[in-house]
């Protein structure tokens, strides 16, 4: 398949965007200002431009608190998606979720989830509702390598599979659970794709460094999804080029095997693709420029943002807005 | 009005609201083809087919997670856990996810959805089979509570149940399924967060959640040939909770009595002690008292069983003692 250029652009300019801005998200938590805890995909933002490039609108993405990439792709504010890490009063969640929590639902950002595993289950019941109420609407799961050992993968990936429905499960194959080799934990070489015979299901697997390949791979995922025969397991190859989270350094990992990998940084990959496909460097380095001031925008306002309403602390336990429990 | 068992009514009221809402559907283990183990569902997939009304496999993370994301996505579902013991095995999805998702993003997401699960003790089936979980649920800020004691109930608490947009976890007793009572014809639809008073008393009043309905009116009964007169609340809903219904009686009778299944700790009468405690100290004429099951996992056998659950003549001898 030949992906035109506007396209290639496109997902260019999504890969950077989302390296910006978590590159700001971890700027923003040496300084302090960004509390609690961030989990970045600096590194893995291939896997995310490919797919949301794929979806459609209708589409809904279900994500990890490692999710600001997939969140921020499918078209959430970026802005507001600051303003939540910075628990500003323009938070996308009002400051109750946090970097863990980003969710649009607007866009079908359908929410970023902290306990490992629970989301494949939701992701698979919001394709059974596409399958009952009969519209053409896919939902995409994104999860790491650890998430492939805990029960509730297992019961997603198998309801799925039985009731056919439209969802693909997509693990972000990075090599490491926390600090963790997946490799010292599983019995099989491929922690998705091993075990997708076991779902009657074909294992894939794509580079997920290659956003060209990963979009590829989306979309015929998607379309099988569409026309109703049923899920996808995809395992993306890729690494994170940070710790796990906040500050992590990572120390646990050779550091050859690091050096190999930042060779193989998706970005630098695709500009270096782009340029070999006679791609202007002036354009590429527009996209760039745009990216930045787009992610300094976003800084200085939420910088100059209160923090929230406190009255919020009070609102939208139930569907009336409130969180009274007693008359 | 017909006759109609516990059991019954929970199929009358799933079939109400499949008849009138499209969006309603039911899925669980053995909810379908078998129409469930206790055969509450008996007859639903006959009338609104394979799409509607679907078994699933032994997963109960899979039965909770996929009845949220359908609820993200248009449905109004109802997912069956055969047993509320089993409630410990989608726990996670239950209180982390269904509990808090709305809050966690500021209301951007609505789940309108109803967990049924056969909940309580007294059929000899051991610790596993028979806890009383009603407690837990009623712990987790964001899901709403329900536990009717009556066929009646049972229809209208379902109905409004499935209608309500928030999660909620509706505990059928297991011992009550073979129970009969009227149910008035047509469409019934009740309200959440509303409790009854089902004998009115000047004496004390008695405060009980599903099963023990029955046996603290039996006790009330006892009671009243003792002279003491009784008035006995069914709270039918944790969460809301009609504290005003049940502040009123404790004004009128100025004694307070809970009975109560689940275990001693941190139970729901404890809860309601504590709000009485607060706000009606001074209208109190003795002690609060908790009638529970004691803090112990339930034992099979019938004695054991039965010792350890209120009965009707724990309920009223405690009540003698104490405000006779
Ligand atoms: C049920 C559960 N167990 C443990 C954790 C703690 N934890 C958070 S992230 C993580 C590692 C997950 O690894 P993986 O699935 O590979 O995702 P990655 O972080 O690499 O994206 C762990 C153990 C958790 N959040 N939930
Ligand atoms: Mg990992």
Redesign the interface.
Known sequence: MEIDTPTRLSLYREMVRARYFEQRAYDLFIEGLLKGTTHLGLGQEAVAAGFAAAMREGDMTYCTYRGHNHTLLRGAPMDALMGELLGRANGICGGKGGSMHLTDVTKGAMGSYAIVGAHLPIAAGAAWAAQVRGTDQASVCFFGDGTTNIGAFHEALNIAAVWSLPVVFVCENNLYMEYTPIGDVIAVEHPAADRAPAYGLEGIIVDGNDVDAVYETALRALARARRGEGPSLIEAKTYRHGGHSRADPAKYRPSAEVEEWMKRDPIVLYRDRLLALAVEVGDLDQIEAEALAEVDHATELTKATPPPDVAGLMTEVWADGGSAWRN | MAELTYRDAVARGLAQEMERDERV?LIGEDVAKAGGVFKTTAGLLERFGP??V?D??I????I????????????R?VGELMFSDFLATCW??VT??IAK??????????L?LVIRTANGGGARFGGQHSQSLENWAMAV??LKVVAPSSPADVVGLLAAAIR???PVVFFEHKMLFPIKGEVPDGELVDEL?TARVLREGNDVTLVALARMVPMALEAAEALAAAGISVEVIDLRSL??????TLLGSVTKTSRLFTVEENPRLIGWGAEISS?VAEELFWDLDGPIVRITTPHIPLPAADELEDLAIPSVQRIVETVRRSAG
């Open positions: 559907v799409t509607r679907r699933t496999p997963s109960e993370e899979a909770t997670g996929m009845i949220m994301g359908a609820a993200m996505n248009g449905l579902p996670d999805i982390n996810q998702t709305r809050y966690m993003t500021n209301g951007q997401v609505e309108p800020p964001g309500d947009p928030d967060g969460v809301p909770l009609d504290t005003r709000i």
